[in-house]
């Protein structure tokens, strides 16, 4: 595809582009999110709508720099010999990642409801103190059964055989809520003494019965309590085992209503740094602590960052192709890919890194200044931090193409602008740090001037790329990016036509 023309770029109809219905009658907040919706939708189908311009308005301009990725990475895959290549360098990527993550996984995910550890001196002591007292507790409460069956149903006798079995229930959960005895065999347990209790109430019983005569005339009255009083031993030995589980899941913190919901739960936060793996109790998945899953996250991106160096003559050659199909001068050269250890490349992109590192140190003081008259807004200098990070980040997502580094400078950065302005940095050590940042920003004053002439559309295609840095998902957005950023340069009227094919890439030395 040329130009970006043909199928894939028929104009939409005006109120498919944004247009949306007056909704008389309807409220104000429906109307105003069709609005919204409109100005999203017309933003992210804006590149097959209207060719060579940006849209109007800042929402339909972030959500075209959202949406420009995907929309290259739709023209780029409909070439059979590109996709194939896609899918099979994407493929291999991720399978690489995904085991590196599931060996993890197998190390460090508690799977199993109660994962068996061996058993201690200690352990088995314990275990055995526990059964004893549960034992003693069933002893009680057959001498209150036998107490109940042999002078009928007294109501003091009823209230002490209730007594006795809650004394059992509560034994049964103390040993499985201190690690006594695990919740199943706590309360199998539990039900087993209960079951030996009932049976020698009722031995007990048979014994007290009346002379053979007697019993022989009413053997069928006796043989139907034996199976009522069979069942009721059953009935009572499930009862104890279900009161039990349930006392034992209630003290896990999981009650009725969440365990009918989902099956995800997360646990309270502990006081300090917190590396708390996941794991699984009672058939409940706990997350575990977020110090934990930026751990994981970054060691994943770090693997994530090993693989695409090792295998980026392949993203090369894909941008290259994506350059080609959507019309843009391609900045790449036409190589034949190969797994490598490029040292250049890394070391160019080491340097890139520590410069941002750099530039965003250099503005810390700054910001600490900012946050003094906004120190009742709570985290203040947590919010202008991350602007101030997010900023940089759309500076050196436009440096992506090497056509940022040659864009026109006619003022210094906008930050230097406004804290020069400020009467209260024209002397001392305060004039002196802006200089400072002044002087470390000139190294990249050219990206930084292509991003304040559009800064809406760049900090779509920033939001794109760091979500898009998440693993696994890097490597199948990564040759789209510096395609897109160099689609968005060209949209400048401002900036110097596209390096000819042959000519040196400009002297930036960063690298991508």
Known sequence: MTGMKGKDFKPLQEDEDGGTPGGQ????????????WGEVRGGAEHFQSTKGQLPQGRIRQFFYGVALPFHIARVTLASPAVRATYVKVTA???AFLLAIAAGWAFNQFDAQEHRKRPETSETRAARERAQARIEARAKELEAAMKARKGQGSDKEDAAAVKAALSALIHEAVNSGKQGELPPDEAAAVAGDAADEAAAAAEEAAEEQRPSAEKAAAAANEDEQATDEEDAESDSLSAAIRTEVEQALRDVADISEEEAKGPRIQKERQKKGFNIDAPVVRDGVFFLGSWEFWALFFGSLSAAQWIIVALSRDYHTTISREASLATGVPPEDPDITPRVRLNVPWMRAKLQRRWRAFLL???????????????????????????????????????AKSDRAWVAPVTRP?????????????QGGPLRGYVSRLAHRAEAVAAPIATVE???WVFAGLAFTRFVGSIPPFRCFTRPFIPVASAHLIGLDPVQPPARKSGEPPPPHGAGD
């Open 360 to 398: 965003f140190v250099m503005g810390v003081p700054a910001l600490l200044l900012l946050c003094v008259p906004l120190f009742w807004i709570p985290n203040s200098f947590t919010l202008v931090s991350s602007l101030w990070g997010f900023w940089w980040l759309l500076v050196f997502t436009a």
């Open 92 to 94: 291999l990527q991720t």
């Open 25 to 36: 009658g309807g409220s104000r907040g429906r109307n105003f999110a069709s609005e919204l």
């Open 453 to 455: 002439r559009q800064p």
């Open 413 to 425: 950065p906008w930050f230097v602008r406004i804290w020069s302005a400020l009467p209260f940095l």
